[in-house]
């Protein structure tokens, strides 16, 4: 295995122009033959640079309306030659087959016809196969054969030489290139084709933009991946403005910060404060400044270190409010310049402005690993199509709007899940308990604390509305409720004892609604 080798002949057949005269010229100059393919010919041919075309290499032309043209010994033999192989290089003369020491391929763009909305035909007419081909044979033969794929190597071989550090390099991006880009026509025939919703074979096509310092702990190893191509905006996308470099845990707590809040992108100025991925905090108000405060209010302990998201352009009085206690990171659409000099004295608080906030109806996959496999589901944009009054009374409209603003929240808090709100606000949260009577507690006991550190007369749970992501599989939890003092619930039913326990509310006095759906969140 040669270590560093001259290139005197390449093949250059590239869709994206990008650098190819320069780097064909640089070539050229130093002495390297250049063969060449259709349009790429006739660019570097209108540069002045000299190329034979690939139809007096193979003795072959171009046909098929460019369909087949690489698909010839001539150039896959040049390839895949093992130049050191006795036997080989007897084949080579034999047939009159010269060796291709660099190939430069880009693919037809695919992923950009489909994007665009382009016809079926010509989404198919935009199927590469005998660039893959030749990218699969100068990787393998990356010993002697020297595969570039992406404009930004370029320089490794423009100087005609190549090292074998460099062509394993080269070989390695170039399969990870025709691995995406089957994946990318695999996803398309099975979705947007065939319709399938999980089809036998799930191709995913993973981008690492980001190696992070490490893992949810320490001794724990990670990276950012994000989708390739066409992303629906998400915390991946979002500009950071300041601070230190995102952790694994800001990641996973800020995309749940982003997910709630988005629920509310076209409500009144709300705030959002979460805390290892569960909200602690979540107010609506006439100003955002107001809607902090208010969700603030409702867990000061918890919100310490935590995650803030906004629905509003962040302005400088609610951002120098968010600086008096410790902040990790702060996720809104946009930020004034007031909020920006607020923030700059918090070196290490991270700013991200994501632009427009997600469509939380939008559609789309959750993928979760487990032992041995993945699961895989749609995304839990579900909205209930009606809510259904169940007890003797009805709720007042302020009930219902609470009602709706908790069962919002619940939507995100880990189950089980309750979520007390009152006018706008949550009261109290509880999450992520083995029982749902001990969410109810927890989150009752949370707004009495709320209320003795801000010297309120009482909880806000008195008089509030109480969401549970699931239904009441016992009258236990319902009345711990009552007891917190809820007087409406906001639930989807559907347990065998639903008749207990709106027995139990109607003997309460309670005002509750059922909803046909859950909302669980492992």
Not at 63 to 87: F, I, Q, S
Not at 303 to 313: D, S
Not at 364 to 378: M, R
Request: with cysteine; glycine share 8%; hydrophobic share 45%.
């Amino acid at each position: 295995m040669t270590d560093t080798i001259p290139i005197r002949r390449a093949l250059l057949s590239v869709s994206d122009k990008t650098g190819l005269i320069d780097l064909a010229r640089a070539l050229a100059d130093g002495g390297t033959e250049l063969v060449s393919t259709g349009g790429t010919a006739k660019a570097i041919r209108d540069a002045g640079i000299a190329v034979r075309d690939i139809s007096d290499l193979t003795g072959f032309p171009e046909m098929m309306d460019g369909r087949v043209k690489t698909l010839h010994p001539h150039v896959h033999g040049g390839l895949l030659a093992v130049r050191d192989n006795p036997e080989h290089v007897a084949a080579m003369e034999q047939h009159g087959i010269g060796a291709i020491d660099l190939v430069v391929v880009n693919l037809y763009p695919f992923e950009t016809t489909v994007a665009k909305g382009a016809a079926r035909d010509e989404v198919i007419e935009n199927i590469d196969i005998g660039g893959p081909s030749m990218v699969r044979s100068a990787a393998k033969n990356h010993a002697h054969v020297a595969i570039v794929t992406d404009p930004e190597d370029y320089a490794l071989v423009a100087t005609g030489t190549t090292s074998l550090d460099d062509r394993r390099k080269l070989a390695a991006k170039a399969y990870a290139a025709t691995a995406a880009y089957d994946s990318m026509i695999a996803s398309w025939f099975a979705f947007a084709d065939q319709g399938e919703f999980f089809p036998p074979t799930l191709p995913m096509i993973l981008e690492r933009p980001q190696i992070l310092r490490y893992g949810e702990n320490p001794h724990q190893q990670a990276a950012f991946y994000q989708h390739r191509g066409p992303a629906l905006r998400g915390i991946g996308q979002a500009e950071q403005v300041q601070g230190k470099e995102l952790s694994y845990n800001n990641l996973n707590d800020a995309d749940a910060a982003l997910q709630l809040i988005a629920e509310f992108r076209d409500g009144p100025p709300t705030v959002v404060i979460v805390k290892h991925a569960n909200p602690c905090g979540v107010a609506t108000s006439e100003t955002l400044l107001e809607a902090y405060q208010a969700a603030l209010a409702c867990d000061t302990v918890s919100a310490f270190g935590g995650i803030i998201a906004v629905n509003r352009p962040l302005d400088g009085a609610t951002a120098e409010a968010m600086t008096h206690i410790f902040t990790e990171v702060v996720v809104a659409p946009a930020a004034d310049d007031a909020a920006k000099a607020a923030f700059r004295a918090k070196k290490n608080l991270r700013l991200l402005l994501t632009g427009d906030l997600p469509d939380p109806k939008r559609g789309g996959f959750e993928v979760k690993a487990i032992g041995g496999g993945w699961l895989v589901q749609t995304r839990d944009n579900g909205v209930p199509a009606d809510l259904k009054v169940v007890t003797k009374r009805q709720p007042s409209e302020q009930e219902l709007a609470d009602c709706r603003f908790a069962w919002t929240v619940a939507k995100h808090v880990k189950s089980n899940a309750i979520v007390y709100a009152k006018d706008g606000a949550t009261a109290g949260i509880g999450a992520g308990q083995m029982n749902r009577l001990e969410s109810a507690r927890i989150a009752a006991w949370k707004a009495r604390d709320a209320a003795e550190k801000a010297g309120w007369p009482e909880p806000r749970t008195l008089g509030s509305a109480v969401a549970s992501d699931a239904f009441f599989p016992f009258a236990d939890g319902l009345l711990a409720a009552v007891e917190a003092g809820a007087t409406a619930v906001i639930q989807p039913g559907g347990s065998i004892r639903d008749d207990e326990v709106i027995a139990a509310a109607d003997e309460a006095g309670l005002a509750m609604v059922f909803t046909g759906m859950r909302h669980f969140r492992h």
